[in-house]
């Protein structure tokens, strides 16, 4: 919580707090990752990425993505969070890419996006996982996740399968009447930085390119 508000404050004041939540970030919380429950993890990795690009920010994100892909993380934290509870909470979820909502991997992408971490900086395991859990979500994906998906691995320069990129671009197609101007923006670009990157973007009407 207190690199979340630092992250807030920094961007409000034009980064001048930049320098002490990136010490905070690098010299205390990066070390103890492993240790945290899945909740908090997320939460760090989207302050990170509102620190903006930074060495710190991107050893962050990615090794939050390495624990998540290796199912690690925390699994002290939430088993004695759990303990005694008849109906374990959110943080007591497996710290594992499969157990992530659509809306905390939206965070997750935008972070990698935001401390420019690149396609060759996301672990390759966790790209393969990110592609099988979300996989059963596309049909179903609001129209603020398909173009958060579109965008974020858009701007990775990333590599979706093909059988995964033409369902998401199928998605966009029956969601697009729901998407506001900036969502329509981030659909749009995303395809287009994907036919870019060598991935050739073919799908439902209105978001084929």
């Known amino acids: 919580m207190v690199l979340s508000s630092l992250s807030r404050l920094s961007a409000a004041t034009g980064g001048s707090l930049a320098p002490h939540a990136e010490e905070l970030l690098g010299g ?46 925390g699994p002290e934290a939430a088993v004695e969070g759990g303990k005694g509870q008849e109906h374990p909470g959110p943080a007591d979820r497996p710290v594992c890419v499969g157990a992530l909502s659509a809306a905390e991997l939206s965070a997750l992408m935008w972070a990698a996006v935001r401390v420019r971490l690149g396609r060759g900086g996301v672990p390759a395991a966790f790209r393969e996982q990110f592609w099988a859990s979300t996989g059963p979500m596309v049909p179903s994906l609001s129209a603020v996740h398909v173009a958060s998906f579109l965008w974020a691995w858009g701007r990775l320069g990333g590599w979706p399968p093909a059988g995964w990129r033409a369902a998401l671009v199928r998605r966009c197609g029956e969601v697009a009447g729901d998407m506001g101007h900036r969502e329509l923006t981030m659909a749009i670009k995303g395809m287009e930085w994907l036919r870019w990157a060598g991935v050739g973007v073919v799908g439902g009407a209105g978001c084929a390119v």
Do not use: D, E
Not at 28 to 49: E, K, S, T
Not at 56 to 61: I, K, N
């Open 28 to 73: 205390r919380l990066l070390p103890r990752l492993g240790r945290l429950p899945l909740p908090a993890l997320v939460l760090l990795a989207y302050a990170a990425g509102c620190l903006g690009p930074s060495a710190v920010g991107r050893a962050t994100v990615g090794r939050a993505m390495a624990l998540l892909a290796a199912g690690q993380g």
